[in-house]
DNA sequence: CTAAAACCTCACGTCGGCGTGAGGGGCAAG
DNA sequence: CTTGCCCCTCACGCCGACGTGAGGTTTTAG
């Protein structure tokens, strides 16, 4: 298929598939006059290319994983990475989950300031002069 | 005291700091000198506004989140205003974990490859030419 | 008093993941 | 042939959260 079905079907923008391209992380055939033709499977390689950006990896570091996702390279260096990105993730998550249940609490307080609860320890004179 | 010393305290540097107060987050007083001075619930408020940096909130979306969380306002539209932040972490997190069971699976894989699961289906024929 | 820190205000640089034209080719239908 | 749509390659624009000087003032230690 060719550029805008494969956008078409990812749902993701035709000059986002060249920059993947740019970034080596999708590299299509080329017909005699220059155009990019991309395999069926290519839409599943869009797919997880999207949830690793979305798990805010950079391309660089999408393009070191997918060899090892790919299968085509296992070794000991590339299992390392692995889970390097996944303990950075995991990492992430946690940030998200503080951030979150820090946010519930808020709203908790809000919505029944019956309790005298202090969990978001003393907001208060946050600035003096001289 | 003053931004050197806030700086050192929370790990923030300098000139973030004063990108707060750009951004009106943390608006310090100021000494005849122009110097800025931060009372010591300072240093909880920059945790804070990292920890809110860190779960991807802009400083416009955490400008509007502080009065909330300062409980000084508490209006029906400052509540969905923070619930809609928190759904907005909460799918953030959702896309996390969902990257991290891929990665986790391709962790499994490479491991062992005893099983022929597919798990990760078909990752093949990326290009074809023509 | 003097020198070194620490502070101040501009104001431009960076980086990543694209958006958005500008200007021009390829290819099927009528 | 020509209309029209999709495709191509540059190449600059953008945005947010700071980094990094430049050039000058204030505070502090000796």
Redesign the pocket.
Known sequence: ???????ARTG????????????ALLV?G????????YAPAAVDRVGL??TL?AA???????LDLLPCVDAKVNTPESRALLRAERDRIDEQITRLVQARDRLDGVIAHSEGPASGCAFLESESALSSSA
């Open positions: 298929m060719r550029i805008g079905e494969l956008a993701v923008s035709v000059r986002a598939l060249r920059y993947y391209e740019e970034q299509p080329r017909s005699g006059s220059g155009q990019r033709h290319i999207q950006y805010g990896l950079s391309s660089r570091t999408i």
